[in-house]
């Protein structure tokens, strides 16, 4: 039997730093947790406003965004712990019956029927230009011979800094445009980028406690 990979192997992920995805390949990714609309809601001349302006802001994009929505269920653990909490807390012997029973349906129910949250994402990349391994080294000659680099000079930190300010000005973009159909987008810091993707490569557990990517919004 071969023995089993660890799951960074299967993981694209280099790094997470700074609200920042560092992708194996190099690339760039910056994940925004979006609102959501009832957009049944809406009168006909809202819903044809609502598609006409997201049309629009794709349109002015001269890059890919994907979206996705993350669905996961619900951990109320911590929610009847601190009904339990006030029931111990409670002197009249009437409401600490009710909020017994009360605590009592909720964690049967959540058994027989699980409670489902759903959350909006947005992707924005920035894959840097790719450059053979020949042609960076044909650059890097061509640099020494018209200018010799200064003391302590990083090439590699400047590009990334350049990479990154790239990437923001497209989440610039793209929130903007959002904010234009009425919708609010947040960047996810590095502690809920985590939960997320502990979420999706867990969807069999129930997500981690003390961690609401959800409450960003």
């Known amino acids: 039997m071969e023995p089993s990979l660890p799951t960074q192997k299967f993981v694209d992920i280099k790094n997470v730093k700074n609200g920042v995805v ?3 390949n190099n690339g ?3 994940i ?3 609102s959501g609309v009832n957009f049944d809601l809406k009168s006909e001349a809202e819903q044809t406003l609502i598609l006409n302006t997201f049309q629009n802001m794709i349109n002015a994009l001269d890059f890919s965004v994907q979206f996705f929505i993350h669905s996961r269920k619900i951990n109320v653990d911590e929610y009847l712990a601190s009904m339990l909490s006030r029931k111990d807390k409670e002197t009249n012997e009437l409401l600490k019956i009710q909020i017994g029973e009360y605590v009592e349906f909720i964690r049967s129910f959540v058994q027989e029927n699980a409670i489902i949250s759903k959350t909006f994402f947005a992707i924005v990349p920035y894959d840097p230009i790719s450059v053979s391994s ?7 000659s061509l640099k020494t ?3 010799k680099p200064e003391k302590g000079q990083n090439a590699e930190s400047d590009n990334t800094q350049k990479n990154l300010e790239q990437l923001d ?3 610039n973009q793209v929130i ?4 234009q159909i009425g919708l609010r987008a947040v960047a996810l810091e590095d502690e809920e980028i985590t939960e997320l993707f502990y979420n999706l490569y ?4 129930i997500e981690k406690k003390g961690l609401s990517i959800a409450k960003t919004t």
Do not use: T, Y
Request: aromatic fraction near 6%.
């Open 202 to 205: 867990n969807p069999q557990l």
């Open 22 to 24: 560092f992708l194996k």
């Open 28 to 30: 760039l990714r910056k």
């Open 176 to 179: 903007d445009g959002l904010e």
């Open 169 to 171: 000005h497209r989440v």
């Open 134 to 140: 020949e042609a960076q080294s044909f650059l890097n």
């Open 145 to 147: 011979i018209i200018k």
């Open 32 to 34: 925004l947790i979006v």
